[in-house]
C-alpha cells in the first residue's frame, strides 16, 4: 500500500514540475520582454538631453523611444513642439523625416508652402523651427552617386535549377 | 535569444492577423516596426509608404515582376486628399477653355456609348521618381525606383471628345481639373491643374479612362475617371478628372507654374538656385529600366545560371537594346527585349547570368531607346526639384563557395 502511494506522489511532484516549467516557459514568452524591461537598470537619459513639454509622459502619442517620437517619427529635440504643431496640421511627419535641407533650404521650403499652399506666418516660430529642421534633417554628402547600401541588403537564398 | 523570441511572437502574431483576415500577410517582413498593417487602401501591403497625407507610395522593383502592374501595385501620388463618395452614376466631364467653341459637359455614361472606347497599355511614371538619390537633394517625396507602373487603360481618346467639343485654331495646350480636395481643407483651392501641349492631347493613346486591367480604376488612381498620357510625367494625367480646359496659352493651372515639374532650361551644376524663368517645362520622360527578377538579395549556388528579367520603357518610338553588366559596367551583354504592346508600353527584357567565381556581385541594368539615348550609371543632370533621375537600376547578388 506504502510504496504505491509513494509512486503516485512521486508521479505527482514530477506532473508539478513539469506543468511549473510550462507555465515558466509560457509566462517567459509572453511577458519575457517586460521582465527583461524591468530588470534592466533604468537608463539616465532615455531621451536626447531634451524634455519639456510632452515627450516623456504615459499617454501612448506621446512616446519617444530612441529619441524618436513614436506618433510622429520625428527626432525629438529642441523645437519638436513648434515643429509638430505648425507642420503636420496639413501633411503628415513623414514629408518632414524623408526629406534633408540646409536652414536655406528649410526656409525656401516653407516659403513655398506660404506662397502656394495656405501655410500661415510661423511668426517668431520659424526660426525655431528651421533652426529644429536644418540640425534634425541636415544633408550628408553622398557624391555624383552613392552605392548600395550593403549593409541593409536582406540576403536570401535564391533556388535555381 | 531574445530576439528570436520577438521574431516568433511577431511571426505569430502575423499569423494571427493572417487568420482573422482569412489570408497570408504578404511581404509582412517589409513592414517596419510600428507601421499599420493596413496599408493604402485598395494597395499591396508591400508598397513602401512615403507619405499617408497626402498618400504616396510606390512599388518595389521586384514588385513590378508582372507584365502589367497588378492594381493593388500600381504606384500611388496624390498632392491632395481623394474625393469621397466618388459616384460614376452621377459623374460628369465638363470641356471647357478659349480655345473650345461650346463648353460641353458629358455623364459617363455619353463618353462610354457615344465614342469608339479602346485600350492601351501606358507606363506612367512620376517625374521626380529616382529624387532619393539627388545630391544635394530635393525637396519633395523621396522616390527611389518605385514611381512607375504600367496597365491596360480603356477609355476614350481625348481627341475624340475635343474635336466632338470643338477645337479652335487658337488651341495650345489642354488642364485638367480634378476633385481632389487641397490638404489645408480650404474647398476653393485648387490641388493640381496640369496639362499637355495640345499635339500631345490629340495623339492616338492619349485617353479618357475609367478602367484599369479590366476593372474600374482604384480610388487612389483616379476612380472613376482620369486622363493617362504615357510618355509624359504622370503629374499630367490628372485624375478624378472633372474638367478640361483648351487653353490658348501654356496652361498656368497650380503646379505648372514656378519650379514644379520643370528642370533648368540649361544645364547647372549641382546646388544653384535657378530663378523661375530659366526652368522648363519637363515634357517627355526619359529612357530607363528595372530589374524586377530577381529581387535584390539574392544569393545563389556556385556554378548556377541566374535568370533575369526586367521592364525598360520611353517616351521616344522604342527601347531598341537592352543590357546588362556584372562588372561596374566595364563590360556590357546584350539581353532577349521584347516588342511593345503599343507606343509608351514598357518593354518586357530577360537574360541569363553566368558568374566567373563566387562572391559579391552587382547585375547592373541599361535601356537604349530609338533616339539613340541611353541611361548614365551615375546620377544624370542635377535639377533643382529632383525629377528625371534615369540612372542604371542595379540589384545585389551573392554566388555561393562551392
Known amino acids: 500500500m506504502r510504496p504505491a502511494y509513494d509512486t503516485l506522489r512521486a508521479m505527482l511532484t514530477t506532473i508539478n514540475f513539469v506543468a511549473g516549467v510550462l507555465f515558466c516557459c509560457l509566462f517567459w514568452l509572453l511577458a519575457g520582454d517586460a521582465v527583461t524591461e524591468m530588470l534592466r537598470p533604468r537608463p539616465v537619459m532615455e531621451q536626447k538631453a531634451y524634455r519639456p513639454g510632452t515627450g516623456g509622459g504615459g499617454e501612448p502619442e506621446e512616446k519617444v523611444t530612441n529619441g524618436i517620437h513614436d506618433a510622429t517619427g520625428l527626432i525629438f529635440a529642441e523645437g519638436f513642439e513648434a515643429v509638430r504643431g505648425n507642420c503636420t496640421a496639413c501633411h503628415s511627419a513623414k514629408l518632414i523625416t524623408q526629406n534633408r535641407a540646409t536652414a536655406a533650404g528649410w526656409t525656401e521650403i516653407i516659403r513655398w508652402m506660404q506662397a502656394t499652399q495656405n501655410l500661415h506666418d510661423l511668426g517668431e516660430n520659424e526660426e525655431i523651427i528651421v533652426k529644429y529642421l536644418a540640425t534634425n534633417y541636415a544633408p550628408e554628402d553622398v557624391g555624383r552617386r552613392a552605392g548600395l547600401d550593403v549593409e541593409s541588403i536582406e540576403w536570401y537564398l535564391l533556388e535555381l535549377e | ?402
Open chain 2, 1 to 402: 535569444m531574445q530576439n528570436s523570441r520577438r521574431e516568433f511572437l511577431r511571426t505569430a502574431s502575423l499569423t494571427t492577423l493572417g487568420l482573422a483576415l482569412g489570408t497570408k500577410v504578404v511581404f509582412a517582413d517589409n513592414l517596419p516596426d510600428g507601421m499599420s498593417l493596413i496599408g493604402l487602401p485598395g494597395k499591396d501591403p508591400g508598397m513602401v509608404i512615403l507619405n499617408d497625407r497626402p498618400p504616396n507610395a510606390e512599388t518595389p522593383a521586384h514588385m513590378l515582376d508582372d507584365a502589367l502592374t497588378p492594381n493593388d501595385r500600381f504606384f500611388v501620388r496624390c498632392n491632395g486628399l481623394p474625393p469621397e463618395n466618388a459616384n460614376p452614376a452621377t459623374w460628369t466631364l465638363t470641356i471647357g477653355g478659349e480655345a473650345v467653341r461650346n463648353e460641353k459637359t458629358y455623364t459617363l455614361q455619353e463618353l462610354k456609348t457615344r465614342f469608339p472606347v479602346v485600350s492601351y497599355d501606358l507606363t506612367l511614371e512620376c517625374g521626380g521618381n529616382g529624387r532619393s538619390e539627388f545630391n544635394p537633394p530635393a525637396k519633395g517625396n523621396q522616390w527611389s525606383t518605385g514611381a512607375v507602373s504600367c496597365a491596360r487603360w480603356t477609355g476614350v481618346r481625348l481627341k475624340d471628345v475635343l474635336n466632338d467639343a470643338g477645337l479652335t485654331s487658337a488651341a495650345v495646350y489642354v488642364g485638367y481639373y480634378g476633385k481632389d480636395t487641397h490638404l489645408s481643407g480650404d474647398p476653393d483651392k485648387v490641388v493640381i491643374s496640369r496639362g499637355v501641349p495640345i499635339r500631345k492631347a490629340l495623339e492616338e493613346e492619349s485617353l479618357i479612362a475609367w478602367e484599369m486591367n479590366g476593372a474600374p480604376l482604384p480610388m487612389l488612381n483616379g476612380y472613376p475617371l482620369r486622363l493617362v498620357f504615357g510618355g509624359f510625367p504622370a503629374s499630367c494625367s490628372g485624375k478624378w478628372l472633372d474638367k478640361i480646359v483648351v487653353r490658348d496659352r501654356v496652361h498656368d493651372g497650380p503646379k505648372m507654374t514656378g519650379q514644379s515639374y520643370r528642370v533648368p532650361c540649361k544645364p547647372v551644376p549641382p546646388g544653384r538656385v535657378v530663378p523661375d524663368d530659366e526652368m522648363c517645362i519637363i515634357e517627355e520622360m526619359p529612357v530607363k529600366s528595372l530589374i524586377t527578377f530577381p529581387k535584390t538579395g539574392a544569393t545563389i549556388a556556385a556554378g548556377k545560371t541566374l535568370p533575369i528579367r526586367g521592364k525598360a520603357w520611353t517616351a521616344a518610338a522604342a527601347i531598341t537594346k537592352m543590357e546588362f553588366s556584372i562588372d561596374f559596367g566595364a563590360s556590357w551583354q546584350a539581353c532577349k527585349l521584347e516588342n511593345a504592346a503599343n507606343r509608351y508600353a514598357w518593354q518586357l527584357f530577360s537574360a541569363r547570368v553566368d558568374f566567373p567565381q563566387s562572391g559579391y556581385y552587382e547585375v547592373w541594368a541599361r535601356a537604349t531607346d530609338a533616339g539613340g539615348n541611353s541611361q548614365p550609371m551615375l546620377l544624370p543632370g542635377w535639377n533643382p526639384r529632383g525629377y528625371l533621375n534615369n540612372a542604371c537600376h542595379r540589384i545585389a547578388v551573392k554566388v555561393a563557395d562551392q
